[in-house]
C-alpha cells in the first residue's frame, strides 16, 4: 500500500476512540522519553515513557492493521459480488454494440432488462442483458458500494437501453407499415404478367407441397394464394421483419436493415421464405426490389433516426461506465491482491 493510500485511513482512524487513546499514549509517551533525557536525573521517566509509547504503538499498529484487513475484505466482496459481474454485463454489451458500428453484426432487436417485457419470444442470437445494476439499486448496495457519479451513470445506460428497446419496436412498427403496400404492388404487378397468368392456367390447383420436382416458377404458387387471400402485404411483412414462418422466431432482418445493409436483410428475408419443406421462395431480385423501393422511406424515417441516436449514446455511456468499473477492479487488484499478474 502506498503513503497516498495509507493516507486515506486517516479520517476513519481518527474516529476510533480506542485509535485516539493510542496516540494519546504514543505522545505522552514520547513527552516522558524527551523529559527524561532532558532531566538526567529523573531517569525513570525514560522506562516510563518507554512503555507507554510501547503500548501506544502497538495498539495502534493493531488497529490500523486490523482497519485495513476490513478494507481489504470490503473491497474483495465488492470486486466478487459486484463489479466483476456488472463489468461483465456491461463489456458483453459494449463488445456488441460495437459490432454493430463495425458492420460485423446488425443491430440489436432487444436488450433484456428487467421489468421489460420482451416481444421477441426468440431471436437467431441471445439478446445482452443488463440485469445486475437493475437488482443492486434496488437495495443499499446502490448507496453503499457506488459513488453518486457512478450511480448516475449506470442509470442513464438503464434508461438508455430502455428507450432503445422501445425505439427498435417503433422501428419494427414503421417498416412493417411500409413495407406491406409495397409488397401487395410487387404482387400485383407479378400478378398481371403474362409469366404468371401463364403459370396460373398451367397449375389451377396450385402444387402439391413437398415436391421434389418444383421448377424456378413454381415460386408463383405464392402469388397465386396471395390473389386468392389478400390483402397479403401486411402479412408477409411481419413474417419477414418479426415472426418468421413459424410464428415465433424474429429473424434479424431489421436488424440488418437499421445497420443499412440491404443485401443481407435480403438475404434474411429469403431465408424465411424457404424453410425446409416449403414452397419455392420467391427469386432474390423480386424480393430485393421491394426492399430497393421502400428502403428510401425507410432510411429518412424518424424511427430509424432515433433508433441510430440512441445506439450511439448507449455505446458511449456504456464505454464509459465500463472504463470505470474495469479501473476500480485493477485498483483492487493492485492494492488488495498482488498486483497485475506478470507479464
Known amino acids: 500500500m502506498t503513503p497516498t493510500q495509507r493516507m486515506q485511513h486517516w479520517p476513519w482512524l481518527l474516529r476510533d476512540n480506542v485509535v485516539v487513546g493510542a496516540l494519546v499514549l504514543i505522545v505522552l509517551g514520547l513527552i516522558l522519553i524527551v523529559l527524561g533525557l532532558i532531566f538526567s536525573s529523573v531517569s525513570a521517566l525514560q522506562g516510563v515513557g518507554g512503555i507507554i509509547f ?11 492493521a486490523n482497519r485495513q484487513q476490513l478494507a481489504k475484505d470490503a473491497n474483495i466482496r465488492r470486486k466478487t459480488t459486484l463489479y466483476e459481474p456488472l463489468h461483465a454485463e456491461l463489456q458483453t454489451l459494449r463488445e456488441r454494440l460495437e459490432a ?7 443491430y440489436l432487436q432487444w436488450i433484456t432488462i428487467p421489468g421489460m417485457i420482451s416481444p421477441v419470444q426468440r431471436s437467431a442470437e441471445e439478446s445482452p442483458q443488463l440485469r445486475c445494476w437493475s437488482e443492486f439499486k434496488a437495495d443499499s448496495r446502490s448507496s453503499l458500494d457506488f459513488s453518486e457519479r457512478m450511480r448516475l ?7 438508455l437501453a430502455s428507450d432503445y428497446n422501445r425505439a427498435v419496436n417503433d422501428a419494427l412498427t414503421a417498416s412493417e407499415t411500409i413495407l406491406a403496400p409495397a409488397i401487395d404492388t410487387a404482387i400485383t404487378r407479378t400478378a398481371t404478367s403474362e409469366a404468371f397468368r401463364q403459370w396460373d392456367r398451367d397449375h389451377p390447383s396450385g402444387l402439391v407441397s413437398g415436391s421434389s420436382s418444383w421448377s424456378s416458377d413454381d415460386w408463383l404458387v405464392r402469388i397465386q394464394a396471395a390473389v386468392k387471400t389478400p390483402p397479403t402485404g401486411i402479412v408477409w411483412a411481419t413474417m419477414w421483419l418479426s415472426s418468421g414462418p413459424t410464428g415465433y422466431y424474429r429473424p434479424p432482418t431489421l436488424g440488418w436493415l437499421l445497420a443499412k445493409d440491404l443485401e443481407q436483410a435480403v438475404r434474411c428475408i429469403y431465408a424465411v421464405c424457404n424453410p425446409p419443406g416449403s414452397f419455392p421462395p420467391p427469386p432474390r431480385e423480386w424480393l430485393q426490389a421491394i426492399i430497393d423501393e421502400v428502403w428510401p422511406s425507410l432510411q429518412s424515417h424518424s424511427a430509424y433516426a ?3 441516436r440512441l445506439h450511439e449514446e448507449l455505446f458511449d455511456q456504456v464505454s464509459q461506465a465500463e472504463t470505470k468499473l474495469l479501473n476500480k477492479l485493477r485498483e483492487i487488484q493492485n492494492i488488495y491482491e498482488g498486483g497485475p499478474p506478470p507479464p
Not at 100 to 106: D, I, S
Not at 153 to 159: D, E, G
Open 306 to 308: 432515433t433508433v441510430w
Open 100 to 106: 454493430t458500428r463495425t458492420g460485423a453484426k446488425p
Open 153 to 159: 451513470l449506470l442509470n442513464q445506460v438503464l434508461q
Open 54 to 64: 510501547g503500548t501506544g504503538l502497538t495498539v495502534f499498529l493493531s488497529q490500523l
